[in-house]
């Protein structure tokens, strides 16, 4: 039997990415990493600042995300996104930019905790990326 | 009658008249291929969020507790109305179909003794119901530096609205945009977003169980605002579509018009060419006959 599935990751502008022969697709979820292998029970969970990783036949990927939200049902997974980049052909320039906007607005004093957690977290990833 | 200099000179400010609307009406064609080619791929962003959104509120059992931007404040007197329009002109009646549109709305929330609030997002719609509306205003947006039309653009007006909602400024919100459906036929809409429309939870019949991480209630919050800002998006792609649209077919008419009248106007000028030379020729005959 098969192990793969079909994921889709859309974000505004377009249809980001579309495979279907995944096998396994992590995801940085509010509440932790989630790995999702196929049949998997029907998920919605939201997404912190991460590293998306894709793992397919055709070998592994790995994405940035700012935010978004992840529904896994039938065997096909949709992930929303306001922001991604491709890992592979990522910008420098693009990161600092990210990093400074991030790092101005922890600055700001009328953030709340989880906005606080979510910031702190995206300066970490990027961090690890530069 | 004109002089024939007077007729030369009105031929060829018409002739340059065409040729500007010819060459806006071919950059809006242009334009409007790439707007067009961005709606539809904005499109499968906003259909799974409103997906997402309808499986997570079947799910969720106890509508009192609800997150606000769901159910509503339970109140329906202050109404928040975003109207959608163009930055730039000459794109026939794009605009003024928004307006018009949103204008009955107006009449009707005034008419029920409600409160009216109006943000305008781009300037000619502000500049159309300032007369009528000046003081209903409290907010105008326009995105005229910015080339392309962008998620992060929404997500401005999103959270505005938003920040608005969460201060209870409004009860209803409703945006106001022109739905493309093709070139010639743009349809004006009324959406509203806050509180989110029931009635279309019917149709999505799922029994669907999912799992939640972390709880329903607390997705569903961090979704709903998303979705405000996702809407807005739509509305503005579709939007950006439908000017371009317009604007398109508006400088198609012109130029025709303006072929038309360079036609009318060179057939008038050919014959008072020819009855100028009509007459001095008699005066010539009769001049020789009378020797």
């Not at chain 2, 200099?5 to 242009?30: E, F, G, N, P, W």
């Not at chain 2, 709305?105 to 943000?119: A, M, W």
Request: with cysteine; net charge negative; hydrophobic share 35%.
């Amino acid at each position: 039997m098969s192990e793969e599935y079909s994921v889709e990751i859309v974000n505004p502008e377009k249809s980001f990415l579309s495979k279907n022969d995944v096998t396994e697709v992590v995801v940085p979820a509010f509440e932790g990493e989630i790995g999702i292998l196929k049949d998997h029970i029907s998920i919605i969970s939201f997404l912190k600042p991460g590293i998306i990783k894709i793992f397919s036949k055709s070998g592994e990927e790995s994405f940035y995300v700012n935010d978004g939200i992840i529904e896994f049902k039938d065997n096909n997974l949709s992930i929303l996104t306001s922001l991604i980049l491709n890992l592979k052909d990522i910008d420098k320039e693009k990161i600092s930019e990210i990093q400074k906007s991030a790092e101005e607005e922890l600055n700001k004093s009328d953030i709340n905790d989880q906005e606080k957690y979510l910031l702190d977290q995206k300066l970490e990833v990027l961090k690890s990326i530069n | 009658m004109a002089s024939l200099d007077d007729l030369k000179k009105r031929i060829s400010s018409v002739k340059s008249t065409q040729k500007i609307t010819k060459a806006m009406k071919m950059v809006a064609a242009a334009k409007l291929r790439r707007a067009q080619e961005n709606a539809e791929k904005g499109r499968p962003y906003s259909d799974k969020m409103n997906n997402i959104i309808l499986n997570l509120s079947n799910g969720i059992s106890d509508i009192e507790n609800a997150p606000k931007l769901l159910s509503g404040t339970g109140e329906d007197k202050v109404h928040l109305c975003v109207v959608m329009t163009s930055d730039r002109g000459l794109c026939g009646g794009f605009n003024t179909n928004i307006i018009k549109k949103a204008k009955l709305y107006f009449q009707k929330i005034l008419d029920e003794g409600k409160t009216l609030k109006i943000i305008t997002v781009g300037t000619k719609g502000y500049d159309q119901l300032k007369r009528l509306y000046g003081d209903k205003i409290i907010e105008r947006i326009s995105f005229k530096e910015s080339k392309n039309i962008n998620y992060f653009d929404a997500d401005k007006v999103g959270k505005i609205v938003i920040e608005k909602f969460e201060k209870k400024e409004f009860d209803v919100c409703a945006i106001f945009y022109n739905q493309f459906k093709n070139v010639i036929t743009q349809i004006p809409q009324e959406q509203q977003i806050i509180p989110l429309n029931t009635s279309e939870k019917e149709k999505n019949s799922s029994e669907d169980n999912y799992e939640f991480e972390p709880e329903e209630d607390e997705i569903l919050s961090n979704l709903l605002p998303k979705n405000i800002s996702t809407q807005i998006f739509k509305a503005m792609l579709e939007n950006s579509a439908s000017e371009q649209g317009s604007r398109m077919s508006a400088m198609d008419n012109a130029t025709r018009n303006a072929g038309e009248m360079v036609d009318k106007l060179t057939i008038e000028y050919n014959r008072s060419r020819q009855a100028a030379i009509t007459k001095e020729l008699i005066e010539i005959i009769s001049g020789a006959e009378s020797l």
